[in-house]
């Protein structure tokens, strides 16, 4: 099936060990440019290893990662991970307004983002501009992860990580989260790649899926594939006899 979707991430043979232990185990796969690929396994299978390694904070031992057809390590760290951005489940911010949040990655450039940007990027997100000047500190925790996501869109990254975004929030949040992060797909054309322990959010946000079980990939393709797994140890995964 992959063959048939242009990479934005490709994984040629790719090893990591840390101190000896091997946790990623010769991956080899895609995840398909424009689309949302959810990824899910039980929890050590080496997910979040995986997204360290699509913006170099950590290099693979053996094999090769490309993005967008050019090899990881001929890009600088810096290019790179304007291109492909991170998101995580603890949302962490610096102290101060929702302004001086999202303006962060531009001052650590050098360069400022106007107040029109910030109220555009707000909006993308599902917020009001009135936002711009709250502190950080008053915000629920649905609110924040929408201005950690918002701050991750200022350098307009083709590539968009997620890692858990919505684990901790109600269920209400998580389906705004859900809502936003397939409207910056829509309008965009951005790829995602969304960890999730969600199977329900995985089949039904998810157009192509990965299944991660103890450093491997094991299973990948559209994500209707999860309603109907083809291996055994997904099979086990799904049904749930897998931590």
Request: hydrophobic share 35%; proline share 3%; net charge negative.
């Amino acid at each position: 099936m992959a063959e048939y979707y242009e990479a934005a991430i490709q994984f040629d043979h790719v090893n990591y060990s840390d101190r000896g232990t091997l946790i990623l185990k010769d991956i080899n796969g895609l995840f398909p440019k424009g689309k949302i690929t959810t990824l899910v396994g039980p929890s050590g299978a080496g997910k979040t290893t995986l997204f360290k390694l699509c913006n170099r904070l950590i290099s693979p031992n053996s094999g090769e990662i490309q993005i967008d057809g050019r090899k990881i390590d001929q890009y600088n760290p810096i290019e790179l991970r304007q291109n492909v951005g991170l998101a995580l489940q603890s949302a962490t911010m610096i102290r101060g307004t929702v302004m001086k949040n999202l303006t962060l990655p531009l001052t650590l450039k050098g360069s400022e983002l106007t107040e029109k940007d910030a109220k555009e990027l707000l909006q993308d997100v599902g917020l009001d501009e009135e936002f711009l000047n709250r502190n950080v500190k008053d915000l629920s925790g649905g609110q924040r992860q929408k201005v950690s996501i918002a701050r991750t869109l200022v350098n307009k990254p083709k590539i968009l990580l997620l890692d858990e975004i919505t684990s901790s929030l109600d269920r209400v949040s998580q389906q705004d989260i859900e809502a936003l992060i397939v409207r910056i797909n829509q309008k965009y054309g951005t790829t995602i790649v969304w960890i999730t322990h969600n199977l329900t959010q995985a089949i039904t946000i998810g157009e192509y899926s990965w299944v991660m079980i103890d450093g491997e990939l094991i299973e990948s393709g559209e994500s209707s594939f999860l309603d109907n797994p083809q291996n055994d140890q997904v099979k086990q995964f799904i049904k749930g006899d897998l931590a």
